[in-house]
């Protein structure tokens, strides 16, 4: 059985960090991709960052860009989004997300086979 757990979420002020970790078990990743989505209340799962586990090669959300920072340890298969300069407009519910195959469409939330349950953060003004 797969599990997909994050933690690192909580409350922060605007300009703040937070660095959030996804940890897994059960999941064989090879040519895959594992991504960050958020969802706000009342809004769509939006994407946030993906990495190419075989390569290593990163995707941002524009309006994540020059902020966060996603990084994997394949030994380990976790994956880390280090969020800096954080707004008042990144509080969203945070979720992890893998993909078991070889894809280009990393940015869909339908592309993952696999989800954890969320961590939530706020960041205040």
């Known amino acids: 059985q797969v599990r997909l757990v994050e933690s690192g979420g909580g409350l922060v002020q605007a300009a703040g960090s937070l660095r959030l970790s996804c940890t897994t078990s059960?999941?064989?990743?090879?040519?895959?991709?594992m991504g960050w989505f958020r969802q706000a209340p009342g809004k769509e799962r939006e994407f946030v960052a993906a990495?190419?586990?075989?390569?290593?090669?990163?995707r941002y959300a524009d309006s994540v860009k020059g902020r966060f920072t996603i990084s994997r340890d394949n030994a380990k298969i976790t994956v880390d989004l280090q969020m800096n300069s954080l707004k008042p407009e990144d509080t969203a519910v945070y979720y992890c997300?893998?993909?078991?195959?070889?894809?280009?469409?990393?940015?869909?939330?339908?592309?993952?086979?696999?989800w954890g349950q969320g961590t939530q953060v706020t960041v205040s003004s």
């Open positions: 997300a893998a993909r078991t195959g070889i894809t280009s469409l990393y940015t869909a939330p339908t592309t993952y086979n696999y």
């Open positions: 059960g999941l064989t990743l090879s040519n895959g991709v």
């Open positions: 990495i190419n586990w075989r390569s290593g090669t990163p």
